[in-house]
């Protein structure tokens, strides 16, 4: 749902207390009114469901190897990184963007390498691809897009849907472990294809669909 402006009229010192509060809070006296009825009515912000599903998928990845959180850029976004046992140890960064009003598209996962190593890029376009592959093959079409060594899947389900947190940190946590995995014997990238499916099974089987 979107926002809309609205006339009332607030007794003086009410305001008053609202805005200390919104103070306390580092927020502004709108976003506090909105969360104070938000919370006597039991509804759901889309501001409070970003965050309900933000810590869904971190504590879901809560002891995954390497997988960290780090400083998010924005509200709707919820960024992590992971380092892969490689030469230059390289860096892999996860984004998780959710959208509002798309349907049944919540969000996109982006997955990039933070260098310029033309070798390295090449070898997670190479992964992509097997990822994507065995996702065919055992989901079905889903959204994709793959250039210059970044990743962007769409992901799909419910806000209502309780574990859809879990399911999209599992889903991470799945794609992080195939990634390891290939980069343990990026020379042989078809005899590593069949672990990777066999690890994009398991997360399936644990939740019976994918994001």
């Known amino acids: 749902m979107g926002k809309s402006v609205y006339s009332l009229v607030l007794d003086d010192g009410l305001v008053a207390c609202v805005d200390r ?3 306390e809070k580092m927020t502004n006296r709108s976003v506090m009114i909105n969360q ?5 009515f039991s509804y759901e912000t889309p501001e409070q469901r970003t965050r309900r599903i933000f810590s869904q998928i971190q504590k879901t990845l809560t002891g995954h190897e390497c997988l960290r959180p780090i400083a998010n850029p924005s509200e709707t976004l ?3 990184r992971s380092s892969l046992v490689f030469k230059y140890n390289p860096t892999v960064r996860y984004s998780v963007e959710l959208f509002r009003n798309r349907g049944d598209m919540l969000g996109e996962l982006r997955v990039s390498m933070r260098t310029q190593n033309l070798s390295l890029l090449s070898h997670l376009q190479c992964f992509a691809e097997l990822w994507i592959r065995a996702e065919a093959k055992l989901i079905g079409k ?3 897009r793959t250039q210059d060594g970044k990743f962007t899947r769409a992901l799909r389900g419910s806000f209502n849907d309780p574990l ?3 399911k999209i940190g599992a889903y991470i946590g799945a794609f992080d472990q195939a990634l390891k995995c290939y980069f343990a014997d990026p020379a042989h990238p078809e005899e590593v294809s069949g672990r990777i499916e066999g690890i994009l099974r398991q997360y399936l089987d644990a939740y019976g669909e994918s994001v």
């Open 142 to 144: 889903v959204g994709y």
């Open 78 to 80: 919820l960024a992590l």
């Open 164 to 166: 859809i947190g879990e």
């Open 21 to 23: 509060l919104a103070y």
């Open 36 to 40: 104070i009825l938000a919370a006597y």
